[in-house]
């Protein structure tokens, strides 16, 4: 997919997000005046577009420093915003890059229900396979057939042998066995697919942390990444999913999906504000080719409403 043609679609996901910040943006400068008032109402937009309070609450003030007091156009807003959210992204707009040193290099990804874990490690797949990376596909959701079933699809389009046991086995043994079988073919990636944690139930964290326990035996670095994929359509709950995972699993980084399907792709911007965790790439789509990484002044730009920069 060529970069004009990820651009448009990553416009058109954003777009419920984005009108729910050009009209706010527009409603709290009918005076054009950037005063006081103007900025709650725009500290108000930012947090019904999901940026959370800290954040929206950030970039109002660095806003009001640059133009309080000015007569501006609401197009100078969102130039200026674009540029404040960029610079909050730039630290962070982070691609997953295996080291060749790690053979093989050990992703154990993780997040709740629902949030797209399979597809993304499926896409995953796809992309270091076509980079010329032999990739092994761990089936670590035992709980769900249907998760395994999907990995093996995904494992027969990119030529990548999927390791499965039968539903409810112990994920930890299988993450073992998986790692021991493509070190065993020197793998350059190993992708660790896990159950859906419901991020409040304890056992369900507390195997988590045997998968992670158990990679070690086998390699002490491993795993060498942990990606939490966070669903954007949840919102500030996206947050606390972070903060839950992290008590268990040394998270490295986040993918963030279904940004297509969502008002609240302002969420991004909390998140890097936040935590400062990489972000790895975004997903807008089904396909394998809708899973990119992430361009913090692409994003900025888009979010607030603004065309590509030439």
Known sequence: ??????????????????????????SALT????????????EEALIMAD???????KLAAELGEQRFEKDV???????????????ILQPVATPLTPNDGNKPHVVLIAGVNGS??????GKLAKHFSDAGKSVVLAAGDTFRAAATEQLK??????????????PGADAAGLAFDALEQAQTTNADLLLIDTAGRLHNKANLMAELEKIVRVLKKRDESAPHDCVLVLDATTGQNALSQVETFQKVAPVTGLIVTKLDGSAKGGVLVALADKFGLPV???????????????????????????????
Not at 31 to 42: C, I, T, Y
Not at 73 to 87: G, T
Request: no cysteine.
């Open 31 to 42: 005076r054009r005046r950037v005063d006081s008032e103007a900025l709650d109402e725009l």
């Open 153 to 166: 699809v995904w494992g027969e389009r990119t030529n990548s042998p999927v390791i499965a046991r039968e």
């Open 280 to 310: 790895h790439a975004i997903g807008i789509g089904e396909g394998a080719e809708d899973l990119q990484p992430f361009e913090a002044k692409d994003f900025a730009r888009s979010l607030v409403g603004l065309p590509e920069k030439a």
């Open 116 to 121: 797209g874990k399979t597809t993304t490690i």
């Open 51 to 57: 940026l959370g309070p800290a954040t929206a609450a």
């Open 73 to 87: 156009a609401p197009e100078e807003v969102q130039e200026a915003l674009a540029d404040i959210i960029a610079k």
């Open 1 to 26: 997919m060529s970069a004009k043609s990820w651009l448009g679609r990553l416009r058109e996901g954003l777009a419920k997000s984005t009108t729910r910040l050009t009209g706010g943006i527009a």
